[in-house]
Nanobody, 124 residues
Framework: VQLQASGGGLVQAEDSLKLSCVYS????????VGWFRQAPGKEREFVAR????????GYTNSVKGRFTISRDNDKNTVYLQMNSLKPEDTAVYYC??????????????????WGQGTLVTVSS
C-alpha cells in the first residue's frame, strides 16, 4: 500500500486548504483512513478519520466545525477540507490507512500504512 498526501501550502489565518491522499495497493474500499498532524516540537496527533464507506467520521475537538473529511472510492482518494485555518493548525499533515476493524481509529498505532506528509503553514 502506498499513500500520497498533497495539497499543503502557506496560507493566512481564516483561509482554506484542501488536502488529498491518494491510495494505491490493496482494495481502497476496505481501508479506513485517518489524517494526523505533527506540529514543530510536538508529538503527532489525530485530526480526523473516515470509515470504509464514508458514512462514519470522527474529528479531534480542535477542528470540529472547521475541517471535513471525505472520500471518493472511485478515485481511491481521501480529502481533508480545512476551513477557517488558524496558526495553531500549522503542522505536517499525514494520511494513514488501516484494514483493521474494531480499533481506535484516533490512535496512530491502529494504522498500518502512512503517507509522506504535506506541510501546512498558517500565518497570522
Amino acid at each position: 500500500v502506498q499513500l500520497q498526501a498533497s495539497g499543503g501550502g502557506l496560507v493566512q489565518a481564516e483561509d482554506s486548504l484542501k488536502l488529498s491522499c491518494v491510495y494505491s495497493g490493496r482494495a481502497f474500499s476496505n481501508a479506513a483512513v485517518g489524517w494526523f498532524r505533527q506540529a514543530p516540537g510536538k508529538e503527532r496527533e489525530f485530526v480526523a478519520r473516515i470509515g470504509r464507506r464514508g458514512a462514519s467520521e470522527g474529528y479531534t475537538n480542535s477542528v470540529k466545525g472547521r475541517f471535513t473529511i471525505s472520500r471518493d472510492n472511485d478515485k481511491n482518494t481521501v480529502y481533508l477540507q480545512m476551513n477557517s485555518l488558524k496558526p495553531e493548525d500549522t503542522a505536517v499533515y499525514y494520511c494513514a490507512a488501516t484494514q483493521r476493524h474494531y480499533v481506535d481509529y484516533s490512535d496512530e498505532g491502529s494504522y498500518n500504512d502512512w503517507g509522506q506528509g504535506t506541510l501546512v503553514t498558517v500565518s497570522s
